[in-house]
């Protein structure tokens, strides 16, 4: 009776595990198709707040570099599956953290927008004044108080030995690192494979664009960060 009950829970989580790859391989696909197609920018106007306008301007360029990584990962792939996967993501990490590092403090990016007004209040909140609080920003968007008391505990530990908020941008960047690490162990529990965990090493490696987000202080990349290991 056991035997057939675990046999079930098996087979389901067989069933489940496909389901969840089939559904990601269908939202994944459509968001390359149209980052392949598009670029966009956002810009202000009396319409809208925040306006976005798609460019088809990019495709040429991106077909070259798809081809060229495509190319690439066809011919370097079977060298890196003999390499130990841990070997691969100490690699993966500290390319990620230094063109990272580099990145951050060539750009020297100020806060803005809602990166401002959280940062700004968690400062606040770190020296004990809270008077942040009386803002409408947060009596309508009271679940971004988490995100303010995440980065108050950090500014707390930390902010006292720096002068700049480009230790959050640095710690963000960690965050990507770990996300990255946490994604490749993900795939080799789900494939058993490691040419499959080469491939992501490999495409991480190449896709140097969410390295340029880290300079944005929010809640998003910790977040990211803590749903992969979640």
Known sequence: MMLKIRQF?????????????????????????????????????KETFEG??????????????????????????????KVPIKIQLVVLSLFTFLLGVI?????????HADSLSVITAAQKAANNDFSFLEDRYYSNYSYILGTVSY????IRLLGGH????????????LYFVAAY?????????????????SIAC?????CIHPIFYSVFVYGIIPGL??????
């Open 9 to 45: 829970f098996e087979k389901s989580e067989g069933y489940a595990r496909n389901l969840i790859c089939f559904l990601m391989a269908i939202i994944t696909g459509f968001l390359f198709i149209e980052s392949f197609m598009h670029t966009m920018h956002m810009v202000n106007s």
């Open 52 to 81: 976005i306008f798609m460019h088809h301007d990019n495709i040429f360029i991106n077909a070259c570099y798809f081809f060229f990584i495509f190319v690439a990962m066809l011919f370097i792939i079977p060298y890196l599956e």
């Open 103 to 111: 990145w951050i403090f060539t750009a020297q990016c100020q806060l």
């Open 151 to 154: 980065f108050e505990v950090i």
């Open 162 to 173: 720096f002068s700049t908020i480009l230790y959050l941008q640095v710690i963000n960047l």
């Open 181 to 197: 690490i946490g994604i490749v162990i993900i795939l080799g529990k789900l494939f058993h494979s490691k040419r499959i965990q």
């Open 202 to 206: 490999f495409t991480f490696l190449m």
């Open 225 to 230: 960060c803590f749903s992969v290991y979640a």
